[in-house]
């Protein structure tokens, strides 16, 4: 009888319930499939993220080809990748051909000055939205980011004649001033304010920190994600702006690199190897501008929704 229950329990050491006979690394059969579905389906999401990713990039790349050839060969059909000749000459000669050192230098500084405002200015108003209690605030609030949803051609005939009246047309600083404050800085910075703990900025208030204090102090340094964020998103938006360069600057002197590519469009002939240089070089700053705040920028994306 002893034997015989002995043979038994032997018979099933090796079983689990539901599962069968383990493998040699312990691994029951269906949970070796599903392992198995997991690989396969991370796989197959890695390959459309690559297909996607190519498609984006094909742009980029016939930009970037496009600069080292003639203006006869940008656009032939079917596209030439990989040109008959490279003219390497088109990066040298795009600096004597127009001013480009002052348009991207316009550029640089308008888009600097306007990100540090932008950032000033709506990590500012922000602190008072999500921080500090007064009467209407929420409703302060909604109108503000209702702002967001008004399309520029509405106001933009207001604006200039603001402007004109003013004397600043033809004047970076019209662009400064018009661009200095933006509502969806201020809903970035207070959606990210909401998720630093209240008991903080209390602490502050019984030391005796001022508001400003606890806002220069407290909140800014823990708020870099979201400050490069929307440093970052400013700044694209700022050196890839052409409308606004377009209504109020005139002067040669003063254009940004964007209305500086326009030199090379004639009224019957257009140099379109120049252009497509152009646009590289003036991608250049937007890709390193990215490439130091990657790691914050989508730090401060992921987490500024969160409360």
Do not use: C
Not at 190 to 214: H, N
Not at 228 to 255: C, E, H, K, R
């Amino acid at each position: 009888m002893n034997t015989t229950v002995l043979r038994k329990d032997s018979a099933t050491a090796g079983t689990r319930p539901g599962g069968g006979t383990p493998d040699r690394d312990g691994t029951l059969p269906h949970q070796g499939g599903a392992r198995a579905r997991r690989v396969v389906g991370r796989a197959l999401l890695y390959a459309v993220l690559t297909v996607l990713s190519a498609a984006i990039l094909v742009p980029f790349a016939w930009m970037l080809v496009s600069s080292v050839k003639l203006d006869a060969e940008v656009f032939t059909v079917p596209i030439q990748w990989i040109p008959r000749s490279f003219h390497w000459e088109n990066y040298t000669d795009i600096w004597t051909e127009i001013p480009m050192l002052t348009y991207l230098g316009n550029s640089l500084f308008l888009s600097v000055v306007i990100t540090f405002l932008q950032v000033l200015t709506g990590s500012f108003a922000a602190y008072g939205f999500a921080k500090i209690r007064f009467p209407g605030r929420d409703a302060l609030f909604l109108a503000y980011i209702a702002t967001i949803a008004v399309p520029w051609q509405a106001y933009m005939v207001p604006q200039y004649i603001i402007m004109q009246r003013l004397g600043l047309v033809d004047t970076h600083l019209s662009l400064i001033l018009l661009q200095a404050f933006g509502a969806f800085g201020v809903f970035l910075m207070r959606q990210y304010y909401l998720t630093i703990p209240e008991e903080l900025s209390e602490a502050a208030r019984l030391d005796g920190l001022s508001e400003y204090g606890i806002w220069a102090r407290i909140i800014l340094p823990l708020s870099k994600p979201a400050l490069a964020s929307l440093a970052l998103l400013t700044f694209v938006l700022t050196w890839n702006d052409y409308m606004g360069p377009f209504i109020y600057l005139t002067d040669n002197d003063l254009w940004t690199v964007q209305l500086g590519l326009r030199s090379f469009v004639g009224v019957y002939d257009s140099q379109y190897a120049m252009i497509t240089t152009g646009s590289v070089l003036s991608v250049l700053p937007i890709l390193l501008v990215f490439l130091l705040g990657q790691r914050h920028f989508v730090q401060g994306i992921a987490t500024s929704g969160l409360k």
